[in-house]
């Protein structure tokens, strides 16, 4: 059985949209994040019961299906439920309506627990778990493999990190990734077309003052353009993409 579902209602400010008057794919993420963290506070299981344990919650990879993106002002419902874990990892699901009730996005996510002392995954405590009423599973559930860029094709921009693109897991927040992969495609690419999905998933973590490179392979098979991307910091990876896009 799926567990407890949350939800809250959002209106869209001007500043978390971009050219074209809609949500961005870094904003989208920061809003979704931020209803399951509204979530864990309601539940008693929040960032200072966390940190108590001296552990903090990581995303490992997103799943998006984007069938619009909410436009300027507009009102939406942020619905989101932990729906299941197993000993290692807690899948959380979110969807985005508008007020007509019609579904904007959908997005699947698979969460870690991680010690701030080591850096590394622990096993999933129980009883942070329990509030939420999500089945334990045995298995593990898999997204679709994120297919490796063609080093011969990619075109490379590099970017420092910055002091703000730090976030409280004393990494890089993982919504830059989106803004580095996305700036690594030209301008006239992004102003014609839209995001219709979007399959992350996330490696290394990266430090404040590292360079990092974003890479990028554009492809179109059967009518559908695809865009792989991959970021790096010398030779670890520390997120992969698929992106697909529709024209507009």
Known sequence: MPGKQYSENYQIPYFETYIKGELTLASLVNILILASEHQLNALNVGEATMH???LGWVVTQYQ?????MPKVDEKVKIVTEAESYNKYF???????????????????SIFVMMSYETRSMVQVVPEIMAPFESSEIKGSKRFPRIKKIDPEQVTTKEYRVRYFDIDGNQHVNNVHYFEWMLDALDYDFLTTHRVASVNIRYGHEIQYGQMTQ???EQLTVDDIITTRHKVAVDDLSAAEAEITWKER
Do not use: H, P
Not at 64 to 68: A, E, S
């Open 52 to 54: 108590a344990l001296n």
């Open 64 to 68: 998006m299906k984007i069938t619009r």
């Open 90 to 108: 807690c899948y959380r699901n979110f969807w985005l309506y508008d007020e007509a009730g019609n579904e904007c996005v959908f997005v699947q």
């Open 214 to 216: 974003s890479m990028v």
